[in-house]
């Protein structure tokens, strides 16, 4: 009896210092040799014009509906308007059906856009590779990109979260790691250029070399489009006052699909997963519209459809760096009970330029007589996850509080990219790869358990219908 009940002793002992050993956050003292941050220069070859008359340059494709049945194809011609239409089938050279789109043009101080060509295409197939063609003549140019399965709660699908990307050797090396990656659709937190670090006509000619930049992935692959401070480019010194002028005319979002009245803030569903984008640079205190959109998606999620409930967002909201400190906290005071409600499972966000991971942590419960405000470990909020480390001309942002503060599960001042792979309903493997030297390392990973059907309650309802099945099918033997 004595022996059990001190291997009793011992074994809590052990599983408590086990746990408080798993839960001390770490700073990793990694500091990775880099490349200047200073922007490709222009006659690089990743910046390369296609070759031909009118060629398409700059594609890029997005999903185009709620569900994924359909894509938008964007892409830019600059000697002549040329057609807006998209040929597509799916098998390599026959493409039998085709969808027409819009052109458009716009100036940002003297430049002058290239024509921007945006095309829906609709009532695609789930799970198929489809071929496409866009241009006409000699240089015209080919592409493929593959549907996503049917929305159903188990299907596996592979996300990457790249964010504050720019176009320096660095934001290179992160785009051609995570090309390595395997994953199916990037899932972008926030401020794809920084044409605005440029005066004058050189901000539109920096959209330009960044939309040549990114189409090696951009092409293939949709990438959900959230917004940063970089999209907003107000520059009144040269008249300009009319924000996200750029971004606006030359990417797209499924915005209507989810009855969001903005393209900056809307919501698709892929897979397994429904992702919620929002706009840290939109008004979102009650009343606006985009709370008032909020407040009714959340409303519209499914989680036995759609088991995985992601969060978009640019500036985080738990951020123990000393870049951007405290910035999130106007957007945290208003949704992040919500999130804790709707039981989000992580929320990406970029703007800080290096790398956090948060432990499931709430801050919610604000006394304004007291004063009486901090965070406490809470197993139904969200895991935040800052990944604004794509690499980009203003470089790392190594300076973290200290010391870390107890929400902080991990941290480091390097460049990389993350990866979402959704096995089930229940389970998710997450890693974030820094880009060490021109070797792609995964650093920090663990399994994201899903909040939703992670609870016991629903855990016990999925084992009953698991042994359901078992009986029925071995009643059907
Ligand atoms: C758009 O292109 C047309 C034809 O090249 C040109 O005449 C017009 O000025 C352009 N509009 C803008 C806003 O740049
Ligand atoms: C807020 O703090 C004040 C002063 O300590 C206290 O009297 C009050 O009950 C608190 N309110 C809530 C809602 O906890
Ligand atoms: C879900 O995926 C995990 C990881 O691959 C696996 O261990 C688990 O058994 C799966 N659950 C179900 C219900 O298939
Ligand atoms: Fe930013």
Not at 47 to 68: E, L
Not at 226 to 241: A, R, W
Not at 354 to 376: K, L, M, V
Request: charged share 20%; hydrophobic share 35%; aromatic share 16%.
């Amino acid at each position: 009896m004595r022996v059990v009940l001190l291997y009793l002793v011992l074994a809590s002992f052990v599983l408590l210092s086990s746990i408080k050993d798993g839960s001390a956050g770490i700073t990793s003292s990694f500091i990775r040799s880099e490349f200047p941050s200073t922007d490709i220069p222009l006659d690089h070859e990743v910046f390369a014009v296609p070759k031909g008359y009118n060629a398409p340059q700059q594609v890029h494709i997005t999903q185009g509906d709620y569900d994924g049945k359909a894509v938008i194809v964007s892409w830019v011609t600059t000697d002549e308007p040329g057609p807006s239409k998209v040929q597509f089938g799916t098998s390599e050279n026959k493409f039998q059906t085709s969808a027409e789109g819009t052109v458009s043009n716009y100036t940002f101080y003297k430049y002058k856009s290239g024509y921007v060509h945006h095309c829906l295409i609709e009532g695609l197939e789930y799970k198929t590779k489809y071929y496409y063609r866009i241009g006409s003549g000699d240089a015209s140019r080919e592409f493929w990109f593959e549907t996503p399965p049917k929305v159903e709660p188990d299907v596996p699908y592979k996300f990457g979260i790249i964010g504050d990307l720019g176009q320096t050797f660095n934001s290179l090396s992160t785009l051609e790691h995570y090309l390595q990656s395997g994953a199916q659709t990037v899932l972008f937190v926030g401020d794809l250029s920084y044409a605005d670090r440029y005066k004058y006509n050189d901000v539109g000619l920096r959209w330009d070399t960044w939309g040549r930049f990114a189409e090696r992935s951009t092409a293939y692959q949709p990438w959900i489009w959230s917004v940063g401070n970089h999209e907003v480019d107000y520059m009144p010194y040269m008249g300009e006052v009319t924000p996200f002028k750029n971004f606006l005319n030359r990417y797209t979002t499924p915005y209507l699909a989810s009855q969001s009245s903005s393209p900056l803030w809307y919501a698709i569903r892929r897979a397994s997963a429904h992702i919620i984008v929002l706009s840290s640079y939109s008004p979102f205190v009650k009343y606006t519209p985009q709370y008032t959109w909020l407040k009714e998606e959340l409303t519209r999620v499914d989680r036995e459809k759609t088991p995985w409930l992601i969060v978009l967002m640019h500036v985080p909201l738990y951020n123990s760096n000393e870049a951007h400190y405290m910035e999130g906290e106007s957007m945290r005071s208003v949704f992040e009970s919500w999130f804790i409600h709707y039981e989000v499972d992580v929320i990406f966000a970029g703007h800080v330029h290096a790398y956090e991971r948060s432990y499931r942590f709430s801050n919610t419960d604000y006394n304004i007589t007291s004063g009486h405000r901090f965070p406490i470990a809470d197993k139904s909020a969200p895991v935040y996850i800052t990944v604004g480390d794509g690499g980009n001309q203003e470089g790392l942002a190594s300076r973290f509080t200290d010391p870390q503060p107890e929400y902080s599960a991990f941290r480091e001042a390097s460049y990389g990219h993350s990866t979402l792979e959704i096995k089930n309903r229940t389970h998710a493997i997450y890693h974030w790869n820094r880009n060490d030297d021109g070797k792609k390392v995964p650093i920090d990973s663990f399994i994201l358990y899903n909040q939703y059907w992670g609870s016991n309650r629903r855990r016990r309802k999925l084992k009953k219908n698991f042994l359901m099945t078992l009986v029925d099918e071995a009643v059907s033997m």
